[in-house]
Nanobody, 114 residues
Framework: QLVESGGGLVQPGGSLRLSCAASGFTFSSYRMNWYRQAPGKERELVAGISSGAGNRNYANFVKGRFTISRDNAKNTVYLQMNSLKPEDTAVYYC?????????WGQGTQVTVSS
């Protein structure tokens, strides 16, 4: 199970920190990803982090603004989002991936608006 939290309404230029708490599987063995889906758009990958946190990747549209991290002792992955823009408005989803295994959270809404 994956449970996201930390979403909300923020003004442009503001920051939010999303969290995703995992349970029911060996968290430390899974690559963790954050995706987002805006109304009327396809779900897109925002950032990913390898099981040991040695490898991180970001979509071009968030590079330099968002940071993904994980705490394997707490079974939690984070997404620190800075310099938020209105176009970052979306539902953000946590994803755990390992081979054929693929888990998703229910999503948390992020709205960037003045």
């Amino acid at each position: 199970q994956l449970v996201e939290s930390g979403g909300g309404l923020v003004q442009p230029g503001g920051s939010l920190r999303l969290s995703c708490a995992a349970s029911g599987f060996t968290f430390s063995s899974y690559r963790m990803n954050w995706y987002r889906q805006a109304p009327g758009k396809e779900r897109e990958l925002v950032a990913g982090i390898s099981s040991g946190a040695g490898n991180r990747n970001y979509a071009n549209f968030v590079k330099g603004r968002f940071t993904i991290s994980r705490d394997n002792a707490k079974n939690t992955v984070y997404l620190q989002m800075n310099s938020l823009k209105p176009e970052d408005t979306a539902v953000y989803y946590c994803n755990a991936a390992r081979g054929v295994f693929d888990f998703w959270g229910q999503g948390t809404q992020v709205t960037v608006s003045s």
